[in-house]
């Protein structure tokens, strides 16, 4: 194996394993605890189930810190990985996943605020219930519409290496393409999060229509990379 080859073999192993440690995280932070915890435009149901899962809560937070690691790991990775197909794109896939975390990470920023609130209930007794479960809500609400904006960038940034893995002669074109059905789906739905809020029937509609190749298209290239990338044909 040749110096290039086996940079290409590291790449691929770090972005596969980053991926998949990304896929579980976010099962685990956004799939399991937000969704328990967080209850739609019910502050009080919030409030309550923030303050009895107080570690729970943490954890969340602590899952999106893995994630944001991990992302910064996948941009670096493929962009080795992909850059000999086409320097400059995997470049410009590399900076949308890169300003991506830099989003995600003033998200957190606002569950962690909420952490505050938490943890300082004693020194908020001049505040009334109400108004406190409302700054809580109101510091939820934001990381998902701060990280929704995020995710319209992560969209762009799957939609080309996507096109760039579909230029490749080793990647299957399945990946690519469901890598591609994840951009555009990522872009749609929270372009409209983001900017058109009132047509939530659409949105819904969207959300399943790209469900598929948006958990499996990132997820299905990032164990193809584990077990396949960088590896010459016919090996084991």
């Known amino acids: 194996m040749t110096a290039s080859e086996s940079s290409q073999r590291k790449s691929a192993l770090t972005a596969g394993i980053s991926l998949v440690i990304m896929a579980l995280a976010a099962f ?16 009080g149901a919030t409030f ?36 000999p197909i086409n320097k400059n794109l995997s470049v410009l896939a590399a900076w949308l996943r890169l300003i991506y975390t830099a989003i995600l990470g ?47 960038l992560f ?8 096109y760039v893995a579909f230029k490749s002669v080793g990647i299957p074109k399945i990946i690519s393409i469901l890598l591609q059905l994840a951009g555009i789906g990522y872009m749609l739905i929270h372009l409209g999060e983001t900017f058109l809020p009132e047509y939530e029937g659409v949105i819904s509609v969207l959300n399943l229509v790209f469900t598929l ?24």
Do not use: T
């Open 106 to 152: 003033i998200a957190i920023m606002s569950l962690i605020v909420v952490l505050l609130l938490m943890r300082h209930m004693d020194d908020l007794s001049s505040f009334k219930v109400e108004q406190i479960q409302a700054l809580m809500m109101l510091g939820v609400d934001a990381f998902e519409a701060i990280w929704s904006v995020g995710l319209i």
């Open 155 to 162: 969209g762009g940034h799957l939609l080309i290496v996507g």
């Open 28 to 43: 685990f932070s956004y799939g399991f605890v937000h969704g328990s915890l967080v209850v739609q435009d019910d502050a």
């Open 48 to 83: 309550n189930n923030l303050m009895s899962s107080n570690n729970l809560f943490k954890a969340e937070i602590l899952g999106w810190i893995v994630i944001l690691i991990a992302d910064v790991l996948v941009a670096w990775a493929l962009y080795v990985y992909l850059e």
């Open 213 to 236: 190749p948006m958990v499996v298209g990132e997820l299905g290239f990032g164990v193809w990379l584990l077990f396949r990338g960088g590896r010459l044909p016919g090996s084991a």
